[in-house]
């Protein structure tokens, strides 16, 4: 199986951490993935914002993770950006870390702490991969190349890690350092960095009121 090049998959290679290889931002990670494959819809043109909502527009797309989103899209009542961020984080994770692991990119390995409590061990297997979408994304941040000439997935993964504050890719201090470049980098799916950086602020606020 050809690893999955969507931005969802994409996304939950940048969650790994670079040098200990580990995943990292677990209770974020669903927010992120339901937002970059409403990006790739809408940089597709399967999505488009109507009245602060997404509508679905044309045919649904080839690869499985993506035509779900996009069904749930067109077949419910408008909802905001938000609401479809939050929606279904859980099948998502699991959609696209299945993906993964079936094209050998990781490992997921089922065990158990101290023998009783159940927890799932994801490993990355395919290291340059996930280091060179690292790469693409610190290039996107810090290089000197025009927001505008940027490719145009490179730039929602790095406008989406900013706004999910996926701080393994995207520090605090490059947050605040190049805000501006940042924002121009988003411009294409406004809608959706501004929805899931108000999704994970207010998940954060939650966690830490013991929410």
Do not use: C
Not at 9 to 16: C, E, V
Not at 38 to 61: M, N, W, Y
Not at 166 to 175: C, F, T
């Amino acid at each position: 199986m050809n690893p999955p090049e969507s931005l969802p998959a994409r996304m939950f290679l940048l969650a790994f951490h670079p040098e200990k290889h580990r995943l990292t931002a677990r209770e974020d990670l669903g927010h992120l993935l339901r937002a970059a494959a409403l990006a790739e819809l809408v940089l597709s043109g399967r999505l488009r914002d109507a009245d602060g909502k997404p509508e679905a527009t044309g045919a649904p797309p080839r690869d499985p993770v993506l035509a779900a989103v996009w069904g749930q899209i067109a077949e419910s009542a408008p909802k905001s950006w938000g609401r479809w961020i939050s929606r279904g984080r859980k099948e998502i994770f699991g959609a696209v870390r299945d993906e993964l692991a079936a094209a050998r990119v990781i490992s997921v390995e089922r065990a158990r702490v101290l023998g009783v409590v159940p927890y799932t061990r994801i490993t990355l297997r395919d290291r340059p991969r996930a280091k060179r979408q690292a790469e693409l994304v610190r290039r996107a941040v810090r290089g000197s190349q025009a927001p505008s000439r940027v490719d145009g997935e490179v730039a929602a993964l790095t406008a989406l890690a900013a706004a999910g504050q996926l701080r393994v890719v995207v520090p605090g201090r490059d947050r605040r350092q190049y805000r501006d470049r940042l924002e121009a980098l988003s411009a294409p799916i406004t809608p959706v960095t501004k929805a899931l950086r108000r999704a994970i602020r207010a998940q954060h606020a939650a966690q830490s009121s013991g929410g």
